[in-house]
Nanobody
Framework: QVQLVESGGGLVRAGGSLRLSCVASGRIFGFREMAWYRQAPGKERELVAVTGSSSTTDYADSVKDRFTISIDNAKKTTYLQMNGLKPEDTAGYYC???????????????WGQGTQVTVSS
């Protein structure tokens, strides 16, 4: 079984930065796709950033040029570097993974428990 644990959230002023981490543990052979989502109170969960084994990345328009997603395969950790934070970035941030769990191509997909980001104006 695979587990994802996020950390790095907190309270920051507008214009500040945070780096979120998502550490994967368990039987892991590779990261096929890793993503960060966020959900604000009363709103649906939305995709923020995604990256895959090909190292391509994609971002929501609202965070382009401010956020950067990356994977450190050796540390089994996915990062979300968030710069130029705005009050509208306030949300719970969740890590989602599609992870290879065997050499035969078996995969696991699931969510972490989330980390709260609050941006004050």
């Amino acid at each position: 079984q695979v587990q994802l644990v996020e950390s790095g959230g907190g309270l920051v002023r507008a214009g500040g930065s945070l780096r979120l981490s998502c550490v994967a543990s368990g039987r892991i052979f590779g990261f096929r796709e890793m993503a960060w989502y966020r959900q604000a109170p009363g709103k649906e969960r939305e995709l923020v950033a995604v990256t895959g084994s090909s190292s391509t990345t994609d971002y929501a328009d609202s965070v382009k040029d401010r956020f950067t997603i990356s994977i450190d395969n050796a540390k089994k950790t996915t990062y979300l570097q968030m710069n130029g934070l705005k009050p509208e970035d306030t949300a719970g941030y969740y890590c989602n993974g599609l992870i290879e769990t065997s050499l035969d191509g078996e995969t696991w997909t699931g969510w972490g428990q989330g980390t709260q980001v609050t941006v004050s104006s």
